[in-house]
């Protein structure tokens, strides 16, 4: 998942614990509207901007399609601090009390915060698709507009967001009956982390749109994850139209696991190639490495939730700092944020550097069981550099470092040597 994504659901939730503010949230929303509205305008501005020189012939399409995309890059982030504003400036997250049905409700809560930032991400998603139909990429259609929109939405955040919602709207529930108080925290907490390793497998598989693989893909796919120590694990094959090259595995355990890879991933890569993605993604889940981040991201939570016990503490009131108290949530949420953000960095890193070295590492045993994979690690490190190569020829920012993810350069010259 892109950082962008990220922090934009963790920020907007976040900022549920701004104190109140003396705003209506009438007006608060009012505000927020025009600023959507406003944002809105702006995305179409840009398209209409970089399609008029394409047109004109002063830049080449390509030309323009890099710089449609940097434009992107920059509203994503220019974004979150409109989030920002409408939620914490114009008090549209720090007025929920006004609402009894909101106040009430964890899940509805998530929403209302959730909404700016979800109705600026579909207005870059709308910009996309606008710029597309114009370059007569794809069919221009309001109904196919919003369906893009949608798919968008389900392959990018809303695997992160349906969950949050979903479990909010449990414990919503679960706040409406008895069965709270009479169940110990301890039973709850195990329920919770059963739901999310069983559930999260499932979640994926319905989000993201798929289509059927061949059986003899299928099958040796199966013999190569299982080969590689993954005895139980659905393959499902991400439909994208062939416009993107991507896999991962989610879930943590037997059949709660999912392996998908992209439509794009299947068809163009080498079977020799495709086998080290596998590997690639195999040896996070051998790794432990997804709980690894999780847990890595305790101290981040602990410290933050440390701040604000600190600051709501007695004695800064006695010294007159009653302000510690009503923004202990906020800096607390900040400081959690923060310390997030940089370990994400090192561990996600760290994660993506393991994971090549240890598929190099599981090619030659997979390889004595199954056919068109890579026989000595060697061989494996020159397949594997040549599915990074080929998976990244179309964007050259795709092989530039991120935030959360090594070079592709640096990636290859950390597993060759």
């Known amino acids: 998942m892109q950082l962008y994504y990220f922090l934009a659901v963790i920020l907007s ?46 830049v080449d399409a ?43 409700s964890l899940a509805l809560q998530a929403m209302v915060l959730l909404f700016p930032a979800m109705a600026m991400m579909s207005g870059l998603w709308a910009g996309e698709y606008l710029f597309a139909a114009r370059l007569g990429l794809v069919r221009p259609s309001v109904w196919a507009g919003l369906k893009s929109i949608v798919a968008t939405l389900r392959c990018s955040v809303g695997w992160l967001v349906a969950p949050i919602v979903g479990i909010l709207a449990l414990v919503d529930l679960v706040a409406l009956t008895s069965i709270g108080d009479q169940v110990p925290p301890w039973v709850a907490w ?15 598989r319905r989000i993201f749109p798929t289509t059927p693989l061949d059986d003899a893909t299928l099958q040796w796919i199966q013999s190569v994850v299982a080969a590689a120590g993954i005895r139980r694990c659905k393959i499902v094959q991400w439909d994208t139209g062939l416009q993107t090259h991507n896999a991962m595995i989610a879930g943590l355990l037997g059949r709660f696991r999912v392996l998908m890879l992209s439509d794009r991933l299947v068809r163009e890569l080498s079977r020799e190639e495709l086998a080290m993605v596998i590997l690639h993604e195999v040896a996070h889940a051998r790794r432990f490495h997804v709980p690894l981040r999780i847990a890595a991201l305790v101290p981040a ?33 900040a400081l959690s944020l923060l310390a997030t953000v940089l370990i994400l960095r090192v561990v996600s890193y760290r994660s993506e550097y393991d994971a090549d070295a240890v598929a190099c590492r599981l090619a030659p045993s997979v390889a004595q069981t199954c056919a068109e994979v890579p026989a000595t690690e060697s061989d494996a490190g020159h397949q594997l550099a040549a ?31």
């Open 62 to 104: 390509r030309v323009g399609y890099d710089w449609f995309d940097r434009q992107t890059e920059c509203f994503r982030w220019f974004s979150l601090g409109l989030v920002l504003l409408c939620l914490g400036g114009f008090g549209l997250g720090r007025n929920l009390d006004q609402l009894p049905l909101v106040q009430n």
């Open 190 to 204: 195990g329920a919770l982390g059963l739901l999310l390793v069983a559930g999260i497998p499932v979640l994926v």
């Open 387 to 417: 599915a990074l190569l080929r998976v990244t020829e179309d964007s050259d920012a795709a092989r530039k470092p991120t935030w959360l993810h090594p070079g592709i350069s640096d990636r290859i010259d950390a597993f060759a040597g």
């Open 301 to 333: 939570w602990l410290a933050g939730a440390a701040l604000e016990r600190g600051l709501m503490h007695d004695s800064l009131s006695a010294w007159g700092a009653d302000w510690a108290a009503d923004w202990a949530g906020t800096l607390g949420s």
């Open 13 to 58: 939730l976040s900022l549920g614990s701004l104190p109140a503010s003396s705003q209506s949230f009438a007006r608060a929303a009012g505000f927020t509207a025009l600023v959507i509205l406003a944002w809105w305008v702006l995305c179409y501005l840009a398209v209409r901007l970089v399609v008029r020189l394409i047109d004109q012939g002063e």
